[in-house]
């Protein structure tokens, strides 16, 4: 456990309406990851962060955007949900006193009808 | 660019039998290479890591895997399957292994255990 939490855990929402999935984490880590995960795909890295206000894009970014105002919390935002954004969402943290190991949050559930 | 192949979706065994996962990767630069594992419903755990020291690496729960540079590999082992190694397993390929590290995924092989 390297103190990852997720919110919500999970959410079905409408087309077209904007929503912000929260990961916060307890033991002031610098790196903060958003991956998605989709069968046949693995996870695929949308955004990552290292640093307060520090963010840049990964591979599927398009039609994500990120805030990062703490250290704690890394925030992904749909602006306006489609249904290829129907996945499930990993939040992860690299732990540079752990062998710069990443590790992942539980997951948040995301169906977009 | 980097990228990783796990060839197949599914592997089937009996319990007490083999496991033999596959990884095949690509990179232009020298690889960290991953295997993580996800029971369901839950995060991804990291099993073990290769990152340029004993080719041959030991991890959690019984599973090992050797790096392979003449054959691009980083195959996953154990030699005895249990009941609770079912899960999907995931190989993934950093760039470095310091800080800010991101990770590239396969496409995860789901293990199924046949009591």
């Known amino acids: 456990d390297a103190g990852i939490t997720q919110s919500p855990r999970h959410k079905v929402t409408e087309t077209g309406t904007p929503v912000t999935l929260r990961c916060h984490q307890t033991?002031?880590?610098?790196?903060m990851y958003w991956y998605r995960q989709d069968p046949g795909h693995g996870l695929r890295l949308i955004h990552y962060?290292?640093?307060?206000?520090?963010?840049d894009k990964g591979e599927v970014s398009d039609g994500y955007s990120v805030s990062r105002s703490k250290t704690e919390d890394f925030l992904l935002t749909l602006e306006s949900a489609t249904s290829s954004q129907t996945s499930v969402y990993f939040c992860?943290?690299?732990?540079?006193?752990?062998?710069?190991?990443?590790?992942f949050g539980e997951g948040s559930w995301l169906t977009v009808v | 660019a980097q990228s990783v192949t796990q060839l197949g979706s599914h592997v089937s065994v009996s319990e007490g039998a083999l496991v033999l996962l596959r990884c095949n990767y690509s990179s232009s630069v020298p690889p960290y290479l991953f295997w993580y594992v996800q029971y369901p419903n839950q995060g991804l755990q990291l099993l073990l890591k290769?990152?340029?020291?004993?080719?041959l690496v030991k991890g959690i729960n019984g599973f090992e895997a050797e790096f392979k540079k003449s054959e691009t590999s980083f195959h996953l082992t154990k030699p005895s399957a249990h009941m609770r190694d079912a899960a999907e397993y995931f190989c993934?390929?950093?760039?470095?292994?310091?800080?800010?590290?991101?990770?590239?995924f396969g496409k995860g092989i789901t293990l199924s255990v046949r009591p």
């Open positions: 992860a943290i690299q732990s540079q006193g752990a062998g710069n190991t990443i590790y």
């Open positions: 962060s290292y640093g307060v206000k520090d963010t």
């Open positions: 290769y990152t340029s020291a004993a080719t």
């Open positions: 033991e002031n880590h610098r790196y």
């Open positions: 993934a390929v950093s760039d470095r292994a310091g800080a800010n590290s991101k990770l590239t």
